[in-house]
Every structure is written in structure tokens, then in C-alpha cells.
């Protein structure tokens, strides 16, 4: 036996281990620090910071301290400060691989600090290609008509030179079709006969039957010849009637250039309908993104990501190779968990105070959802503030995230209303009730936000834009002591829609519809000359060949009379009168 | 690299006995296979420093093995997946997990089962085998490699000047 067993091995043993465990120790606090930083900056998306942290092992607990998380859209300040975060750790648990952190505390909480440098963002938030802004849709100056017509393709000028050649060649037309009609030489010759059938002095029967023949041919003659006149007298009626409506047409078609022009880059007074949305769209729009960025990102702390296998549960470990499976325990317990987390932040209305429970990525196993409830304490501007809400993942296949946040009696102080350069508005001063409930159930989003301001004395500042419609909007906000503000938010995280509705529609659409009006008339007005300018001259040409035409009417008449007199003459003169001479 | 190859044959041609070489071999295997911070790990550690083993063998088969690990890892995860979501053993496996001592070993991660199953089944064929093995070596060419010609240029080289270096270490089954 002796040859087998070395009992300075066991010596050798506990020097190894406790040379391991002392090594551990000194490099502990350092190993947390870099752990809560590199797991931090990759859920929030942002460089995570920590000052330092403490590690105490009887009782075994952690102290972090100063620690920054960066504003991923804005690297220069933090999203999140917290100047100390205290726990305690169940140690009989932690030797099962459980975090459990029965009572945790985060005090000295701020919002959008300033950093001492900007933060590393290793993936810049992208803006989804789906997302347009709503401020785009409002463009505060009226264009100018030369600019326009630079860039925009006009379809009159097109229009009337395609008329213009359609009356050229129905213009040759008709005067090959004019030629082919009895001409002077052939009315002459008509004459000709008649003279002839005047002059004869035949006698007897047989004479006069000769003469009656001749008459006979005349007037068979001259009636074919009119017959053929009034057939291309109708063709020419209905080509000229054709002519005329397309003159009207073509004259018309630089308005309908003019009207398309204005409609598209004109404001419209229908427009002025939603001009809430087309001014607080934006700013409501960022706050939901970012609102629901942060959920996305902060999914890992309350929702799992195993798979069942069967009745066992088989979880990928953040760290580690292969996967850990899980069997059912006696009595249940996550992995991680912190039962209940006091929370205190410094808000520009005060302090907020209040408590996070059961922060767990497996509430199917805890069987609690998390839940949150906040209430400012000696607030500074405001009556009342309160924060609650819940996100049940308890049944993964069902899960329902809810959040109520109310604001009561705040006293704004140059607070941006909306961000567009063209037109920034502030709400210099007021009093402002807010409500906001959120739902997600599925992937089903609701939202309701209202907001009412008492005693406001809103803004419109100086932006870009400087021109009529802003001086009318400025002017419109600067007498608004009170309004009222609805956002819906309907749809799915990835697709959602704000629709925004104000009392404040109704109050710049009576201020701005006039100034809009105007402005809409000054740019017709401008764009009328400026397309006349262009097809004047083209509709002057048409108009001459319409006129060509309208001359071979005369021409029509004139041939025609000729041919009825000689038709008379060829009946009365020849003395054959008395007889009919109808065939 | 010239040093694990000097130690091994300073191993291999020590007066240290066999069984104790196949035994670190044995060990080193298990170790090697295990994942590195595995708290079975300590106790195969344990198991090694108090049976008299030759630990210059420990420590090379653990580096040898423990690259063998890397490339099987896949096929460990596999059998341990299969040996705990295994029926029959569902029962053992619910009260080992609800055992704080048996949850600290991690028996339940996947490449540790596997890794730990793998080294058990083929830890008695190694130890017979390696200790066969050493046996032949040193009874049948111990002798011809050190007079080979081969073994006579390492001499001349610089590998015997650290093999010369390893010989004067105090290791060995002691």
C-alpha cells in the first residue's frame, strides 16, 4: 500500500489549491470589473464602464461603483450612471451555479450625463430603411417656378407641337382634296356649254330633242359635281368641329401643367388637416425607437433563450463550451435572479424612487413576471410622477409587457417639442399632465400617449426656415396657452405607426390656411407665366394652322354658289324651262 | 517541443515502473479530457499527487491529451447529450442535479459528461496497454536506440544537450 500512496501528494494538493484560490482572490476584483464591462457593453450595444468593483466573501457580496453605460446615439454622454450598485450573493446557491441575489441596491441613478470622453459604440444603431420622417412631408418655402421648370418635365409643349403637325398634315389634306374640286377652267367650261346651248337655233323635233339631250348632260354634270362637293363639305365640317376641340385642348394644356406643378410643390390647405404630425412626428417617432431599442437590448435579462429537449431543458451557457442540461429540481430555482432591486435616480423634476422584482431570463421557472414600480420623491417641478408596469414571460408562447408612466403638474421649461431645423419648437414654459400606457402582447404594439399643457407659451425659435408659412406658424403658437397632444402607436417592434392628433391641427390650419393660400396663388400665378413663356409661341402656330384651315371653308362656299348659279342659268336660259328636266 | 521529446524519453528510459507511467497516462487522459476549469478536474489532480504516479508523465499526456480534447470536443458533446437525456438514467440524473455537491462537478454540461464518459471507458485498456507497451520498449529497444545511429546524431545535437539538462531533474515516480 505504501508504494502506492504518497501522503506529501495531499500536502502538495492543498499548496496547489490554496495557491489558486489566493491568485483568484487577488485578481478578483479586476476579473469582475473587466466581466461587467464586456457582458455590459455587449447588451447595451455601447461602451460600459466601471470605476471599480469590490468582491467580499463573507458575507459574499459585490460593489460596483461609477458605473457609465454610453448613449450608443449620442457617444459624448451616458444613457445610464449609477454612482454605486450593492449586492448580496446566495452563497449555498452560487456552488449550484445559480446567481441568486435576493436584495440589490442601485443608488445615485442619472440620465444623459456627460462623459469625460465619448464611449465606444462597436455597432452605431442603424436607422430602418422602412422609417421616413414625417418633418420631410412639411416643407416650410414655396419653391421658385424657374427652379421648378429647371428639374420638372412639362407635358403641353409635347402636346402642342403633336397638334400642331396633326393640323399641318390635315391642312395638305384638304388642299389636295380642295384641288381635285371644279376649279375656274372647269367652271369656265361649264359656262361654255351653257353659252353653246343658248346660241343653237335648232328647229323641229328632232332639234329640240337634240337640245333637250344636251341640257340633259349639262345638268347630270353640274348635279354630280355638287353631289361630290357636299360629301367633302361634310368630311370637312367634322375635321374642322376635330380641329377646334383640339385647339381647346391645347390651350388648356399649359394649366394642366401649370395645376400639376402647384399641386406637387405646393402646400395644400387640406394638408394643414395633421400639421401635429408633420411637427411632432419626429421627435415622437425618435422617443418610440429608442424606447424600444432598449427593450430589444435588454430582452437577455428577462427572457430565455433555451430549448426543450423532451422534459429536460437544454440551455447554451454565456460562456463554456457544450451545452448545460437542465433536469427538474425539487424546488425550482433560475439560474440567475434578483428577487427585488431598490432603485433610486436623479431626475432634472426630482428623485425617482422605487423597485425592479424578480429580474430573471427564466420566469417560466420562478413562475413570476417582472415588474417595476417608481414614484418621484420631493420633486422638484413636478406634482406627482409615476412609473409601473410588468413584463410577464412567465408563459414564453404568451408573453404580455406592460408600462404606465404619469406625469402630473410638470413644470416645462424650454423643453423641445420638436427638433426640425426648419422650424424647432419649445415649450418655453407650461404646465404639463402626461399620460403614456404601452401593451405588447405577442407581437402585437399598442401605445396611448396624451399630454396636456396648461399655461404654455410655446416657441417656434429661429431654424432655417424663414419665410411667410413659419412666420404664420410662429405666429399661430405664439397665442396658444393651452393644447393638447394624442399619439397612437399601433403595429408590430419592427413596423409600427404613430398617428399624432392636436387641438393645435384646428388652430394652424385658421392661421396658416390663408398665408398658404396665398402662397399657393403666387406660385401658380408664377408658374402660369412661366409655361405660357414657353408654349405662347407654339400655340401661336397652331393657331395658324387652324386658321388655314378655317379659310378652305370660304373656298367650299365660293365653288358651291358658282355651281348653283350655273345649275339656274343651265335650266332658264336654254328655253327648255318649260320642261322638266329632272331625270 | 525538443523538451516534451527529451522528457518523454527520459521517462521512457528511467528505472521508474511501468504501471506507474501507465497510471499518469491513464490520469493525464482523464484530465486532459475533462474541460480545463472543471471542478473534477481538482480531484483527478488530487487522485494524482496521492498515488505515487510518475508525474513527468502526467504532465505531458495532460498537454498531449488536452489537444486530443479540442479536436473531439464535438464528439464528446455528442455522448454527453445522448448519456443525459438518456431515459433509464433520467432518474440519476434528477438526483445528482437536486445535489449541490454533484451540481458543483457541472456533470450536466454536455462535453464534461462526454469528456468524463470518454475517459473512464478507455482509462483500464490504456493503463494495460501503455504499461505493455513501456514493458516491450524497454525490454526489446531500449537498447538498440541507444546505440542507434539515430540517437547518435540527437547526442551530437543540441536536443541531447537539454535532454542531458532534464536527466539531472529530480522527477520521476518519487
Known amino acids: 500500500m505504501k508504494k502506492w500512496i504518497r501522503w506529501q501528494g495531499l500536502i502538495a494538493f492543498v499548496v496547489v489549491v490554496c495557491s489558486v484560490v489566493v491568485l483568484w482572490l487577488f485578481f478578483l476584483d479586476g476579473f469582475v470589473k473587466r466581466m461587467v464591462e464586456q457582458v455590459g457593453t455587449s447588451l447595451a450595444g455601447a461602451e460600459v464602464d466601471l470605476v471599480a468593483a469590490d468582491v467580499k466573501l463573507f458575507p459574499l457580496g459585490i460593489t460596483l461603483n461609477g458605473l457609465q453605460v454610453t448613449n450608443p446615439e449620442e457617444p459624448a454622454l451616458n444613457s445610464l450612471e449609477c454612482a454605486r450598485i450593492a449586492f448580496s450573493l446566495d452563497s449555498l446557491n452560487l456552488l449550484r451555479r445559480k446567481v441568486i441575489v435576493n436584495e440589490m441596491a442601485a443608488e445615485g441613478v442619472k440620465f444623459g450625463t456627460k462623459r469625460a470622453r465619448p464611449g465606444r459604440v462597436p455597432k452605431p444603431p442603424e436607422k430602418k430603411p422602412g422609417e421616413k420622417s414625417s418633418s420631410l412631408s412639411l416643407s416650410f418655402s414655396m419653391p421658385d417656378a424657374k427652379k421648378i421648370l429647371e428639374t420638372e418635365q412639362l407635358e403641353s409643349p409635347k402636346l402642342i407641337e403633336a397638334a400642331s403637325a396633326d393640323l399641318a398634315r390635315g391642312q395638305d389634306q384638304w388642299q389636295k382634296r380642295m384641288n381635285e374640286l371644279p376649279d375656274r377652267t372647269a367652271i369656265d367650261a361649264y359656262k361654255a356649254r351653257i353659252q353653246k346651248i343658248k346660241q343653237s337655233k335648232k328647229s323641229g323635233i328632232a332639234g329640240l330633242s337634240g ?18 362637293l357636299k360629301k367633302s363639305r361634310a368630311a370637312f365640317s367634322g375635321d374642322l368641329s376635330s380641329a377646334q376641340k383640339l385647339i381647346a385642348d391645347m390651350q388648356e394644356s399649359p394649366m394642366k401643367d401649370v395645376r400639376r406643378l402647384r399641386d406637387k410643390y405646393g402646400i395644400s390647405t387640406t394638408g394643414l388637416q395633421n400639421m401635429s404630425q408633420a411637427l411632432f412626428g419626429d421627435s415622437i417617432g425618435s422617443w418610440v425607437r429608442t424606447s424600444l431599442l432598449w427593450y430589444n437590448r435588454l430582452q437577455p435579462v428577462f427572457q430565455s433563450t433555451g430549448e426543450k429537449k423532451g422534459d429536460k431543458q437544454v440551455v447554451k451557457p454565456l460562456r463554456g463550451r457544450g451545452v448545460d442540461v437542465r433536469f427538474k429540481e425539487s424546488r425550482p430555482l433560475p439560474d440567475f435572479l434578483i428577487t427585488r432591486t431598490a432603485v433610486s435616480a436623479e431626475l432634472d423634476a426630482g428623485r425617482l424612487a422605487g423597485t425592479i422584482r424578480n429580474i430573471t431570463p427564466e420566469q417560466q421557472v420562478l413562475g413570476s413576471p417582472l415588474t417595476f414600480s417608481f414614484s418621484g420623491e420631493k420633486l422638484k417641478t413636478a406634482r406627482a410622477l409615476e412609473l409601473d408596469g410588468s413584463l410577464n414571460h ?17 413644470r416645462a421649461k424650454d423643453l423641445a417639442l420638436s427638433g426640425s431645423k426648419n422650424l424647432p419648437i419649445t415649450l418655453q414654459d407650461g404646465q404639463l399632465d402626461l399620460d403614456l400606457q404601452t401593451q405588447k402582447t405577442g407581437q402585437a404594439l399598442t401605445g396611448k400617449l396624451v399630454v396636456k399643457v396648461r399655461d404654455a407659451r410655446l416657441n417656434a425659435g429661429s431654424g432655417n426656415a424663414s419665410g411667410p408659412l413659419e412666420s404664420a406658424i410662429r405666429n399661430s403658437l405664439s397665442k396658444v396657452s393651452q393644447f393638447t397632444l394624442t399619439a397612437d402607436l399601433a403595429g408590430t417592434p419592427e413596423k409600427y405607426d404613430v398617428k399624432i392628433t392636436s387641438d393645435l391641427d384646428r388652430v394652424l390650419k385658421d392661421g396658416v390656411g390663408r398665408v398658404v393660400q396665398e402662397q399657393s396663388d403666387r406660385l401658380e400665378k408664377e408658374l402660369k407665366a412661366a409655361v405660357i413663356a414657353k408654349t405662347g409661341k407654339q400655340l401661336a402656330d397652331l393657331q395658324k394652322n387652324y386658321s388655314g384651315l378655317l379659310s378652305m371653308s370660304s373656298k367650299f362656299d365660293d365653288t358651291q354658289n358658282q355651281l348653283n348659279g350655273l345649275m339656274k342659268e343651265t335650266t332658264a336660259s336654254s328655253g327648255a324651262g318649260k320642261f322638266n328636266l329632272r331625270r | 517541443m525538443l523538451t516534451m521529446l527529451a522528457k518523454l524519453l527520459k521517462v521512457l528510459n528511467s528505472e521508474a515502473d511501468p504501471a506507474q507511467i501507465g497510471l499518469a497516462f491513464s490520469f493525464a487522459m482523464l484530465s486532459g479530457f475533462l474541460p480545463f476549469f472543471s471542478p473534477l478536474n481538482a480531484i483527478v489532480l488530487l487522485l494524482v499527487l496521492l498515488i505515487r504516479m510518475n508525474l513527468s508523465a502526467y504532465l505531458l499526456g495532460t498537454g498531449f491529451f488536452a489537444g486530443i480534447a479540442y479536436l473531439l470536443d464535438p464528439l ?12 433509464p438514467l433520467e432518474g440519476l440524473w434528477t438526483a445528482m442535479y437536486n445535489s449541490t455537491i454533484w451540481r458543483i462537478q457541472r456533470f450536466n454540461n454536455t462535453v464534461a459528461m462526454g469528456g468524463f464518459a470518454f475517459g473512464v471507458l478507455f482509462f483500464v485498456p490504456l493503463f494495460l496497454l501503455s504499461n505493455a507497451l513501456i514493458r516491450q520498449y524497454r525490454e526489446r529497444l531500449l537498447s538498440w536506440v541507444r546505440k542507434s545511429r539515430l540517437m547518435q546524431i540527437i547526442m551530437a545535437s543540441k536536443f541531447y544537450g537539454v535532454y542531458e539538462k532534464v536527466s539531472g531533474w529530480t522527477g520521476g515516480a518519487a
Do not use: N
Not at chain 1, 337640245?211 to 361630290?228: F, I, M, N, P, S
Not at chain 1, 412567465?394 to 410638470?410: H, I, N
Open chain 1, 211 to 228: 337640245e333637250l339631250g344636251e341640257v340633259r348632260t349639262l345638268t347630270r354634270d353640274l348635279e354630280q359635281e355638287l353631289e361630290r
Open chain 1, 394 to 410: 412567465v408563459a414564453p408562447s404568451k408573453t404580455e409587457d406592460t408600462a404606465r408612466f404619469a406625469l402630473q403638474g410638470y
Open chain 2, 76 to 87: 464528446f458533446s455528442r455522448i454527453g447529450l445522448a448519456l443525459l437525456t438518456a431515459a
